[in-house]
């Protein structure tokens, strides 16, 4: 039987087993070990899972490295519009894993229409996280998806529906939920001894300098620059909306706001355990400094509103001084001391008036075993960071940028995800696409 049908058959034969085993006591026989059939509806951890990696110009190379290191995980194809990107990722992973050989295909939908593919793992340009997850999710694969999931609001709530719709596991790239340090952090924050948390500050010091002035331009050889653009408006080929800097064109991106930051921002909303979106979001802020062809701020402070908290982000692209010794990480505040995260794996606590320190910690993690466990278990509350938790932290970078965008305090309707009476903020939620690249509304 090939394997997407067989474990399809046993996912099935998984429901049926939960089903019977709902039953009130006495409508089934208890068996002993010695009956019980094998867990049939987990893939054996002898099974190979077969990932293709989609984007391999930068973050795409971590992913090929990192399920290139998991056991039984082979990485079948990668899939970039740049075939010299495509190539230089063939050869990683036959360095990494001798004797593998993936296959290079340069359409994404050419990529998702092979059935031997098991998962995909996805570091495109944020505008086509959304677009890339939903069509790997119903074409039958698992999916791995950089961060942030989404280019707007909306498409974040419709990758979490089409995952739930077709039962697949949808994992987060916010790999620091997968590290111990900050693991640990985070149960200390609950663990009360800082009293109330009354306020999380997500802090983004990263030096950004001028892109400057570039000519509109020929598309460099073999590049499928009308794939590139996917959902995006068409524009003529520039340069400076190409690699890495299309984070600073809002047609492709969210600014640092929703690059670096997000990672800084999920673990704000993690530490004061909000699970759903901000009742107020205000931003102010430009980019300042310079003047280039980047349209996000390079300087930013949104601050969202609760009823019991509050939560701060700050993104500093110029020369700043840090705070608390955290340039890029969190802060958060209680009634009895300060924790702070000073990176990806490392905390301090500091109590009372004179902030004496205190409990800290460190550890990190493998946010790609992690998917691979949930895959494997066929459950996405295995998942460190499922697209639930993803959508919401994404949602919240993206109300920042609206907010600025805008220039005006705006209200949220968690529940419905859309502005209170506010039609000028709630066409933000979504973008018009481009014919053939459609997010669909519904899925």
């Known amino acids: 039987m090939r394997e997407p049908n067989r474990r399809h058959f046993l996912h099935d034969t998984a429901k049926l087993a939960a089903a019977i085993a709902a039953l009130p006591a006495g409508y089934a026989k208890a068996a002993s070990p010695a009956d019980e059939p094998a867990d049939s509806s987990k893939p054996s951890a002898n099974e190979t899972l077969r990932v293709a990696v989609i984007g391999v110009h930068g973050r795409g190379m971590d992913h090929v490295e990192g399920f290139c290191k998991q056991k039984n995980v082979t990485v079948a194809a990668i899939c970039d519009i740049d075939p010299q990107s495509g190539a230089r990722a063939q050869h990683e992973v036959e360095k990494l894993s001798p ?7 340069q359409d994404i939908r050419r990529l998702l229409d092979d059935k031997s593919i098991d998962a995909v793992s996805i570091a495109t340009p944020n505008h086509w996280h959304a677009l890339a997850a939903i069509w790997a999710i119903q074409a039958g694969k698992d999916v791995y998806v950089e961060k942030p999931v989404s280019h707007n609001v909306s498409e974040g709530r419709r990758i979490v529906e089409a995952a739930r719709k077709h039962d697949k596991i949808v994992q987060t790239g916010t790999q620091c939920r997968s590290h111990k340090g900050i693991q640990d952090a985070m149960a200390f924050l609950r663990s009360g001894k ?35 653009l996917g959902p995006a408006p068409e524009r003529p080929f520039n340069p400076n909306r190409f690699p890495y800097i299309w984070h600073w064109n809002w047609d492709y991106g969210n600014g640092d706001l929703g690059n670096q930051g997000i990672h800084q921002m999920d673990l704000a909303r993690w530490g004061i355990n909000k699970n759903e979106l901000p009742k107020t979001v205000q931003s102010s802020g430009g980019r300042f400094g310079y003047t280039d062809d980047g349209q996000t701020p390079n300087t930013l402070t949104t601050s969202f509103g609760f009823d019991d908290c509050e939560l701060q982000f700050e993104v500093r692209g110029l020369i700043t001084n840090d705070e608390m010794k955290v340039r890029i990480g969190d802060i958060f505040y209680g009634t009895e001391g300060i924790l702070t995260i000073t990176s990806y794996t490392n905390w301090q606590t500091f109590f009372g008036p004179k902030l004496e320190p205190g409990p800290a910690g460190s550890g990190g993690g493998d946010h790609y075993a992690n998917f691979v466990k ?68 519904k899925v």
């Not at 004797?99 to 295909?105: D, I, L, M």
């Not at 948390?197 to 400057?212: D, E, F, N, V």
């Open 99 to 105: 004797g593998s050989a993936p296959k290079y295909v």
């Open 194 to 228: 800082l009293g109330q948390i009354y306020m999380a500050k997500g802090l983004c010091y990263k030096p950004r300098g001028s892109i400057g002035h570039k000519p509109d331009g020929p598309v460099p050889a073999g590049v499928d620059y009308n794939l590139w």
């Open 374 to 441: 949930a895959v494997r278990e066929r459950n996405h509350k295995v998942l460190n960071a499922d697209i639930e938790e993803g959508h919401l932290s994404s949602a919240y970078c993206h109300l920042g940028n609206i907010a600025y965008r805008l220039g005006r305090k705006l209200h949220v309707n968690p529940t419905a995800e859309t502005f209170v009476n506010d039609s000028e903020a709630d066409a933000y939620l979504t973008r018009p696409y481009r014919e053939g690249f459609v997010v669909p509304a």
